[in-house]
């Protein structure tokens, strides 16, 4: 049995889900957020993402993760803010050697809808079905994180780049 991280990067919320490849098939493990309060000092906040990123490495001991890749963006703030946590989170993998493969929205959405223009109501619908859970899957972070676990759950192994 295999275990994959998949992590959708934000700034006060950065979704993950954790799948687990099986000889009965992929099931779910974990999924949810880690979330910072805003307002919070940018400092404090990447620590507590470090922190909180780590603990579910303890728990979980994911083979490797997948995180989202950022697609650009009008707004040139909030692409640099969630840059910068997606190295905390980059750094973190290393830290633990974590084999990382990244991948676009558009890639994402390809690969598990087929279609790379769905929307997140039909990401979140196939998610649920190919994990055969019956809850809709809250917040939309989680379901995304649940996406991107699948897509490193489906690579070859040898695909997946070393992170360090």
Same mark, same amino acid.
């Given at each position: 049995? +295999?275990? &994959?991280?998949? /992590? $959708?990067?934000? +700034?006060?919320?950065?979704? &993950?889900?954790?799948? @687990? *490849? ?11 957020? /880690?979330? +910072?309060?805003?307002? /919070? *000092? =940018? ?11 780590? =603990?579910?490495? !303890? ?8 995180? @989202? ?7 040139? !703030? ?5 840059? #910068? ?6 750094? +973190?993998?290393? $830290? ?5 493969? #990244?991948? %676009?929205?558009? #890639?994402? !959405? ?7 223009? =769905?929307? !997140? ?13 019956? #809850?809709?899957? %809250?917040? *939309? *972070? =989680? ?22």
């Amino acid at each position: 049995m +295999t275990v &994959y991280l998949g /992590i $959708d990067p934000g +700034t006060t919320r950065i979704g &993950y889900g954790v799948v @687990e *490849d099986a000889r009965a098939g992929i099931r779910p493990l974990a999924w949810g957020v /880690i979330t +910072t309060p805003s307002g /919070i *000092d =940018a400092s404090l906040a990447k620590q507590q993402v470090h922190a909180s990123l780590t =603990a579910l490495l !303890k728990k979980w001991k994911p083979a490797s993760a997948a995180v @989202e890749r950022l697609f650009f963006t009008n707004n040139r !703030k909030s692409a640099m803010a969630v840059g #910068e946590m997606r190295g905390v989170i980059m750094l +973190t993998l290393a $830290d633990h050697s974590i084999a990382v493969a #990244e991948f %676009t929205p558009l #890639e994402v !959405k390809q690969r598990v809808c087929g279609n790379g223009r =769905a929307q !997140k109501t039909q990401i979140e619908q196939m998610v649920r079905l190919v994990l055969g859970i019956k #809850e809709r899957i %809250t917040p *939309d *972070d =989680a379901a995304d994180a649940l996406a991107i676990a699948l897509c490193a759950s489906a690579l070859p192994r040898q695909a997946v780049q070393r992170s360090n």
